[in-house]
């Protein structure tokens, strides 16, 4: 369960989010929506405890992210890039990740399989292709097989059937029970996966509730989504 | 533990640490070999003014090694994952799984400064064999103190270095820094021409824990030496704890 209430966050002397409150919860996969430069990337940053808000909280099954001991093992996250110096390789990045949360190594080598870098593992990270950076760092987010997964664009950089699998993958994780928040600015992608969808525009939040009731009277997701954002106005 | 246990792997896992590993434990030596004829010259003609020192000098230059660990420590964090997502760093990947930020610094010191102590400790051990072994008694051997106190100075210039990095968040403007005023010019040592407080700055005093016959205004005994150069590495770590605090990551 997400709880992110009233955070709001300035940069410099800009607002960039401005009091964002919604759920994300169980067995539920949450579609985060919004244009590029929206505040996406900015919330799920304070709610990992990575920037600081200047107001608000955001809660992982009721306490921030870093008053959890093992974060790991209750959340697993999929910022940009795959998270890994380039000098390592694969296999070294999860071992030293693995063991600052206490997980076994053996966990590793089922993580690799996982998301099928398993022969692959012993290149340094700095030669990864996107597609298998985006793997790495979902490699690196299951490592503590978490019961909350939040990722930033997880689909950006896959080619189609890595795109498949990732929806497939998402999917059974939530029916699984696992909270899913995904952040995403393809609508497409995201009215195929999402259950809750929240739209945010500008920093604010301008929509949310369950994927047909914020579709609402418009015939696509993506009519409601521009009908809402400023990106229905591109110039 | 494991978030100690975490540093270590991930520091001895980068090709950047093993040079600063190396030229620590090679420097030092091989400078003692380079430098065997001057030494007996200076020897025979009575212008060392310390003869105990002669061993521990060389150890100066193994220093770059430590200061390399400590920038490496922290820069590494900050260097970009990859060209395809120039915003991406190791660092979100350390932060999310040791979210404590109080608890991971503690953890990155810990883990380089026992790298950085082990490296110091064998450092000195064959730097003075290799001493022994070219000059026999005509250099005497420091007191055993004076070779721990040595390899504490080399320790706090690791942590040094690393809180630096920490407050630039650059590692080679850092380290260019650190490497031209202990390597090519030491702007602390011309500034003893200026005032002799210069003499407090981190690596001049620091020497003084444990070499006697430096060229300085001021007498420094090595007790007060090991004081100040702590307090500069607590405040220095002081500071870079703090804005590590503050800062988004």
């Given amino acids: 369960m997400i709880s992110i209430d009233q955070v709001s966050k300035h940069k410099g002397r800009a607002r960039i989010l401005h009091e964002v409150s919604f759920e994300a919860r169980p067995g539920r996969v949450t579609g985060f929506l919004g244009p590029n430069g929206a505040g996406k990337t900015s919330t799920l940053r304070v709610l990992l405890g990575l920037d600081r808000p200047r107001s608000g909280t955001a809660l992982i099954d009721g306490r921030p992210y870093a008053a959890w001991n093992r974060p790991l093992t209750v959340a697993g996250a999929l910022l940009d890039g795959s998270g890994a110096h380039r000098a390592r390789t694969a296999r070294a990045h999860l071992r030293w990740v693995a063991a600052s949360n206490g997980l076994p190594r053996t966990r590793v080598e089922e993580v690799l399989d996982l998301v099928g870098l398993t022969a692959d593992a012993g290149k340094r990270a700095g030669k990864f292709s996107l597609g298998m950076s985006r793997r790495l760092g979902l490699a690196t987010a299951l490592l503590g097989d978490p019961p909350v997964l939040v990722l930033d664009e997880p689909v950006n950089g896959l080619d189609p059937a890595g795109i498949r699998w990732m929806r497939t993958f998402l999917r059974d994780s939530a029916d699984q029970g696992r909270t899913v928040l995904l952040s995403s600015h393809l609508m497409g992608e995201l009215a195929e996966i999402a259950d809750d969808v929240v739209i945010i525009d500008r920093g604010r939040v301008v929509a949310r509730g369950t994927l047909d009731e914020v579709t609402g009277g418009h015939p696509t997701l993506e009519d409601a989504f521009l009908a809402l954002t400023a990106a229905g106005q591109p110039w | ?249």
Avoid: C
């Avoid at chain 2, 721990?148 to 040094?160: E, R, S």
């Avoid at chain 2, 016959?213 to 590495?233: E, H």
């Fill in chain 2, 1 to 249: 533990m494991s978030a100690v246990r975490a540093e270590l792997r991930k520091l001895l896992g980068l090709p950047t640490a093993w040079v600063g590993l190396l030229l620590g434990l090679l420097a030092a030596p091989a400078l003692v070999i380079l430098n065997a004829g001057a030494t007996r010259r200076a020897i025979a003609d009575g212008i060392v003014s310390d003869v105990s020192d002669l061993g521990l000098q060389n150890l100066g230059i193994g220093v770059l090694g430590a200061m390399i660990l400590g920038v490496v420590t922290v820069s590494s964090e900050y260097t970009a994952t990859g060209e395809d997502s120039p915003g991406a760093r190791q660092l979100t990947t350390t932060l999310t799984a040791v979210p404590r930020r109080t608890r991971l610094l503690a953890a990155k010191a810990a883990a380089l400064s026992l790298v950085v102590a082990v490296q110091g400790t064998l450092t000195a051990i064959a730097t003075l064999a290799l001493t022994r072994q070219m000059h026999g008694t005509a250099v005497p051997s420091p007191e055993p103190v004076r070779v721990v106190a040595a390899v504490l100075y080399w320790t706090m210039i690791g942590l040094l270095a690393y809180a630096i990095t920490l407050i630039a968040r650059n590692g080679i403007i850092t380290l260019t820094l650190l490497i031209v005023n202990s390597a090519v010019v030491s702007f602390s040592y011309l500034l003893t021409k200026v005032t002799p407080l210069a003499a407090y700055l981190p690596d001049i005093v620091g020497a003084h824990m444990f070499l006697r016959g430096i060229d300085v205004p001021v007498r420094i005994t090595p007790v007060t030496a090991g004081v100040v150069m702590t307090a500069w590495v607590a405040g220095l770590l002081a500071v870079a704890g703090y804005l590590f605090h503050r800062r988004d990551a």
